[in-house]
């Protein structure tokens, strides 16, 4: 008779997913979640300083991070094509904002104390230097990652892009016994015996191997995740900054920025927290390292009010909302 394997392993995102009950308890904890945050925040926008309401602004968006992640709860597999219209609209409109309001306030500032075509030139001239210093620090990055990818091949996805080259759901061939073992190869090599001619048994070898591709694929899945989290922490520095600075010069300039920062990081954070929860089995640690990923937004507000603050002059503010902005425009870009 014909010898019939096992059912081979089933693909991560062919898992079963998780009742009704959780996924309402899910949905209810972040509508709840969101619901008190906003009245947070409009309380301490309507009370506070400016500088409160920046800070307030950048945490908000920080923490929409933790909402993408928190999704882990209630989906079995990531969109992609959800993902990347999501991460385009945002991207959009952050550009928008950038071009359209952070870099004509930046040259307001400076033209206070220069004269108009001087005042021009150097709010271009900070643009392009935030963006030229973006661009360093993303090749330091690649360069970081590549040198992980060398010591490692094999570690994940085989590219150093880590928009292009990592992946977020595996397919059915990549996931098979870590993707490089065949199922007839762990069931004792009797994939070239068709006709079951030899005797149906099941090599003692295989459980061994199908541990050490198990433990392999774990070990793939959580380099993407550091991957992803580690570049998403890095951009999200220069987008807690200029929250900070156009929130600090006026907060109805910052909120749509902030809005418009919170719709680019919920994608972000689900993107963290799916191969972590893949790799470990666990939604809380996939949802709160997902949530710790936003928190170097407050961070980058804290740099900025070291240089925006009621002291700064008005040339300092002009070259941090022109930086800001050209960081801004090259996250979106790149």
Not at 40 to 60: C, D, K, Y
Request: proline share 4%; aromatic share 8%; with cysteine.
């Amino acid at each position: 008779s014909y010898y019939v394997p096992k059912e081979r392993r089933r693909s991560f995102d062919a898992r079963r997913a998780s009742g009704p009950p959780l996924i309402l308890a899910a949905y209810g904890c972040i509508v709840a979640g969101a619901v008190l945050g906003l009245g947070w925040l409009m309380t301490t926008l309507a009370s506070g300083s400016h500088r409160q309401a920046a800070f307030a602004m950048s945490l908000g968006a920080g923490m929409a991070t933790g909402l993408g992640a928190a999704f882990v709860l209630c989906t079995r597999s990531l969109d992609r094509k959800l993902l990347a219209c999501t991460l385009a609209f945002s991207a959009g409109v952050m550009i928008y904002v950038s071009l359209v309001e952070v870099v004509l306030v930046s040259n307001e500032y400076f033209a206070k104390d220069y004269r108009p075509p001087v005042a021009y030139a150097q709010a271009t001239a900070s643009f392009f230097s935030g963006s030229v210093i973006m661009a360093v620090v993303d090749r330091i990055v690649h360069f970081a990652f590549d040198s992980i990818a060398r010591s490692h091949p094999g570690s994940y996805g085989g590219g150093h892009d880590h928009h292009k080259g990592v992946q977020l759901a595996p397919t059915e061939e990549e996931t098979r016994l870590g993707g490089s073992i065949s199922d007839e190869e762990a069931m004792g090599g009797l994939g070239n015996d068709p006709y079951g001619t030899h005797a149906p048994y099941e090599d003692e070898s295989a459980p061994s191997i199908r541990a050490i591709a198990q433990t392999r694929e774990k070990s793939r899945l959580l380099m993407m995740a550091a991957v992803v989290s580690a570049a998403i922490v890095l951009h999200n520095i220069p987008e807690g900054m200029a929250t900070y600075v156009a929130s600090f010069h006026s907060v109805s300039a910052g909120a749509p920025l902030a809005i418009a920062i919170a719709i680019h990081n919920i994608p972000e954070g689900l993107a963290v927290a799916m191969p972590i929860y893949y790799a470990t089995g666990s939604r809380v640690r996939a949802i709160t390292l997902g949530t710790l990923s936003g928190m170097s937004e407050p961070f980058g507000a804290l740099l900025a009010s070291l240089v925006a603050n009621e002291q700064s002059s008005s040339a300092a503010f002009g070259g941090m909302f022109g930086l800001t902005g050209g960081m801004m425009a090259y996250v979106c870009i790149a």
